[in-house]
């Protein structure tokens, strides 16, 4: 990945000093090497201070009635939405709701706009590179309606075969359903081009961002996209909160997915009127304290800079490859660093990727192995399993040399020549 204009690096030993997490041993008494922000990223003291101010100072519930908890509190889960907003450069906060995570959001627009624009014989694209939760709601609706998905190509490397992308994006293509940073792989979309594809033959593209937000500047308007998700927890808030954005003449149409208190403006006996966006999307009461969580997490990584996070990032990610490239054995899959976020997935053969989990976590190393929720990519790529590290914003050489060491011991332990 490009890593922009040259800024001072960061004050990597200020950032640590941020995550308790990462300033205490492990049970075992060993220094924590947290290698798994792709699955989830820990937390900063200025998260946990807001979300428990949150609770001592001021927390009561949204949107009912006015008093002075219930004001102060409103206020502020609405400046989070102006945040996110910001954030994204969505035009309006009203394009910004609430949800659990990313997986929910993407269920929302299946469920939503799926419904009321997906007719039989259409045609959802996808990537062999998608997470289950921007596959399995697209088939659940295929099924339902009688849509049929399609894949795009994709390249040896584990890129998107742009130069066969009218293969799959065609007339009778009514959504193209995307992954922003692939989660195994690392690769780095190219989301303009594929939302200039969608457009050109009247689909509308959701953008998965589950992974992206924490590492790429994020513009939806100048990306051009429709939908887009992300998930708190990987951007250093707590779980439980995400983010659906949504083209509002797209939100405007759409029905409601989920029936309940404050998305609602009138009840009668047999039906209902809306409640105007947002809260037309957000059914019940939301995660209030997340929320206060996810606004302080966009702070902390702003007054960083992402331009800068992305640098520091890119840097560790070169550097690993070129330490684990040197291993006997070890299989990296995706694209050259240059061309990916801070993901590394791989293989070393002769061990099976639990058992080098289960030695690398004895020695304090923190990484997922599995499918990471996207079997279909791991059939393409030949193998039940990957082993993946992913970095945050705290990672640094030395966590990348304990991997390295890590694997070496691994390799004795299972007697590999
Ligand atoms: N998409 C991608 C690319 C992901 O990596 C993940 C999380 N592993 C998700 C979607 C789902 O996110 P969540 O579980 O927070 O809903």
Redesign the pocket.
């Known amino acids: 990945m490009e890593s922009g204009a040259i800024q001072p690096t960061l004050d990597i030993d200020a950032v640590r000093a941020d995550f308790p997490i990462l300033n205490r041993p492990l049970p075992n008494g060993k220094r924590l090497v947290y290698l798994d922000s792709?699955?989830s990223a820990q937390k900063p003291r200025q998260v946990l201070d807001a979300v428990l101010g949150c609770y001592e100072t001021y927390y009561s519930n949204v949107h009912r009635g006015k008093s002075t908890l219930g004001l102060k509190v409103s206020e502020s889960l609405e400046a989070v939405r102006e945040k996110v907003r910001a954030f994204l450069n969505a035009s309006s906060s009203d394009e910004i709701l609430f949800t659990s995570?990313?997986?929910?959001a993407l269920n929302v627009v299946a469920l939503s706009w799926g419904r009321a624009n997906v007719k039989a014989g259409d045609e959802i694209v996808v990537t062999p590179m998608e997470?289950h939760?921007?596959l399995v709601p697209w088939q659940l609706l295929a099924k339902e309606i009688g849509a049929r998905i399609r894949m795009l190509p994709m390249t040896d490397d584990g890129r998107l075969d742009l130069s066969r992308m009218d293969e799959a994006i065609t007339s009778r293509t009514k959504l193209v359903a995307v992954?922003q940073l692939s989660?195994v792989l690392g690769t780095i979309n190219p989301i303009k081009e594929l939302a200039d594809a969608a457009h050109a033959v009247g689909a509308v593209i959701v953008v998965?961002a589950?992974?992206s937000i924490p590492h790429l500047p994020t513009d939806v308007q100048e990306l051009d996209v429709d939908f887009l998700v992300f998930?708190g927890?990987?951007l250093y808030a707590p779980t439980g909160i995400?983010v659906l954005y949504g083209r509002r003449e797209f939100l405007e149409a759409m029905p409601p997915a989920f029936g309940g208190g404050n998305m609602i403006e009138r009840v009668h006996d047999d039906h209902f009127t809306p409640a105007p966006l947002p809260a037309k999307f957000e059914a019940g009461t939301p995660p209030i304290a997340e929320a206060i969580g996810l606004g302080a997490a966009i702070d902390y990584v702003a007054d960083i800079g992402l331009g800068r996070i992305a640098a520091h990032e890119h840097a560790l990610t070169v550097y690993a490859h070129e330490q684990l490239k040197s291993l006997p054995g070890l299989v990296i899959y995706g694209p050259s660093p240059a061309r990916k976020g801070g993901i590394i997935s791989f293989t070393v053969q002769g061990a099976a990727a639990e058992d080098l989990n289960f030695l690398l976590d004895r020695n304090g190393i923190a990484v997922r192995h599995g499918h990471h929720?996207t079997m279909p990519l791991h059939e393409r790529l030949g193998v039940p399993a990957t082993i993946r590290a992913s970095f945050g914003v705290y990672n640094t050489k030395a966590d990348v040399d304990a991997l390295v060491e890590g694997l070496l011991a691994a390799r004795k332990r299972l007697r590999l020549t």
């Open positions: 792709g699955a995570g990313s997986t929910l997470h939760a921007n992954t989660n998965d589950a992974q998930s927890h990987k995400g929720c």
